[in-house]
């Protein structure tokens, strides 16, 4: 059932790529919106057959591959990845759908989103350690080639080749750290469940995981390694931006929890501290880059980095409520950047400019875009975690089980919650309000099919945020089960700490009694 979520996309990729000439170039949007319907009919029925209650891996698979190398075809899907996987699936049928139908060389356009979406589901699904680094890199081209050829300036090429470069590291770093973890811990394979860090010095640990933090900080990605970001998701077109935005950045944040989290337990509550505030920094430096943006397109996208800020946090402090907050985050950050960067993709089709002092007056309703701005408004209010919609329910959840943890850093995220409602205020009152130059003045209307991808991720991102349920309920019992392995680390740390500085017949026996039994 999860091959099917990996070669599907593949083998229509294939077939969209090697389209006959005599066949109508138009026919690939349809059969790309097809693959994409099925993807997300059969992600509805995993969702059907998903055991919450269930912590582990489901629907595993694994075929032996290269025995040598350690490389196992194993694919799983539990409460962390699951929700991801979903999103990865509607936000693809979101990208084809909102791509412009006279987009140039349409074959290789859709094959390449369609490559993207199989190398996402597949880093989600992975459950060998080098079969992952495979599947990370394979959307790293076709990302490339998707902004480098369909970008929006001249500088599209600079911002592709800046893209390259550092996720290009970004996977360097994150095998360099797989392959030392593997041969370090005697393992004989790169299966997720058969390595074993607990027997590894502490200082060898916490440089395997300082260099995941580096490569998937650079996915993310998190201040001061957010460089490329800007360029990239400005320059992309708003179906690629969507992608970019929504789903490949959730590798990163996926890649956090699962390996950083999940592999370093005991290391992470070290670390814990530093990421924190370096979420908190990274909610800062989002918040303020963006209110001094007059391009709204380069405003969303610096909202981007501040939000991942919370994702950071909630990871950092892993607690059940923060770490189940997270997951939700990840999902509700990725809707709420898909509206968004698609909704300034239509202005910008509509009127010709990004450009806040040009833009006014979109709110007119006879010679405005009165559902495009409304729709808008609807998601910068989604961002800014107005209660009603999932923003509000994923940052309640990270600030408060962040709080008793890491207090100071949460309460600098609060204060950035209300930053991220300043620069959206000036984005919608520059916009939406005012009026228009002249009386004869008047937009180019928008057609209902165009607000169509608007409309199904408003609908979501309300039934989210009125049903919270349903964007925490997959991930819970995982979540919780994770942040119970790292509290067990962290109380046998504490108990050989106390046993071993009180040795020498200085220890009570009871110490000596829970060393053992932990």
């Not at 390449?112 to 394979?138: C, H, K, M, R």
């Not at 790293?140 to 550092?166: D, N, S, V």
Request: with cysteine.
């Amino acid at each position: 059932m999860l091959s099917a979520l990996i070669w599907i996309p593949i083998l229509g990729a294939a077939l969209i790529g090697l389209w006959p000439a005599a066949i109508p170039a138009s026919r690939a949007r349809l059969a790309a919106l097809v693959i994409a319907s099925s993807l997300i009919v059969w992600t509805i029925v995993l969702l059907s057959q998903f055991d919450i209650s269930n912590a582990g891996m489901q629907f595993s698979e694994l075929v032996p591959w290269i025995d040598t190398l350690g490389l196992n075809y194993s694919l799983g899907v539990d409460g962390l990845s699951l929700p991801l996987m979903a999103l990865t699936a509607l936000l693809t049928w979101i990208a084809i759908y909102s791509t412009n139908e006279s987009v140039e060389r349409p074959r290789l356009y859709y094959s390449l989103i369609l490559l993207v979406n199989a190398g996402v589901i597949g880093g989600f699904l992975a459950q060998n350690l080098l079969l992952f680094v495979l599947f990370y890199e394979v959307e790293l081209i076709p990302f490339y080639l998707l902004i480098a050829i369909w970008g929006g300036t001249t500088r599209r090429g600079y911002a592709a080749m800046k893209f390259l470069i550092y996720t290009a590291v970004s996977g360097i770093l994150i095998l360099a750290a797989f392959l030392g973890l593997t041969w370090l811990s005697g393992s004989s394979t790169f299966d997720y469940e058969a390595i074993i860090t607990a027997g590894l010095p502490l200082t060898t640990q916490l440089i395997l995981l300082t260099l995941l933090l580096l490569g998937f900080g650079i996915k993310i990605p998190l201040v001061p390694l957010h460089t490329w970001l800007p360029d990239a998701y400005v320059e992309a077109s708003p179906p690629v931006a969507i992608l970019l935005g929504g789903v490949m950045a959730k590798l990163g944040t996926y890649g956090l929890v699962r390996f950083g989290l999940g592999l370093f337990p005991e290391t992470w509550a070290l670390v814990a501290p530093g990421l924190a505030i370096l979420g908190a920094v990274s909610a800062v430096y989002g918040a303020l880059t963006a209110i001094a943006q007059k391009d709204i397109k380069r405003m969303v996208a610096y909202s981007s980095i501040g939000h991942m800020g919370y994702v950071l946090l909630g990871a950092a402090a892993a607690t059940q409520l923060s770490l189940v907050g997270a997951v939700a985050q990840m999902v509700a950050h990725g809707l709420i950047l898909a509206i968004l960067f698609h909704l300034v993709g239509v202005i910008e089709t509509k009127v010709g400019t990004r450009e806040l002092d040009i833009l006014n007056g979109l709110m007119s309703p006879v010679r405005g875009l009165p559902l495009t701005s409304a729709l808008l408004v609807l998601g910068g209010m989604a961002s800014a975690g107005i209660p009603g919609m999932a923003g509000f329910i994923a940052e309640i959840l990270v600030l408060q089980g962040s709080y008793a943890i890491f207090p100071i850093p949460t309460l600098i995220c609060v204060v950035c919650t209300g930053l991220t409602a300043v620069y959206f205020v000036i984005l919608l009152n520059r916009t939406c309000f005012g009026k228009l130059d002249n009386d004869t003045a008047y937009y180019p209307q928008v057609k209902f099919s165009e607000q169509v991808p608007a409309l199904v991720l408003a609908a979501t991102i309300f039934f989210l945020g009125i049903q919270p349920t349903w964007l925490v309920r997959w991930s819970e019992t995982t979540t919780n089960a994770m942040v119970a392995a790292v509290q067990i680390n962290v109380d046998r740390q504490l108990a050989n700490e106390i046993f071993d500085g009180n040795q020498a017949g200085k220890s009570p026996p009871v110490f000596a009694a829970v060393k053992q039994k932990l």
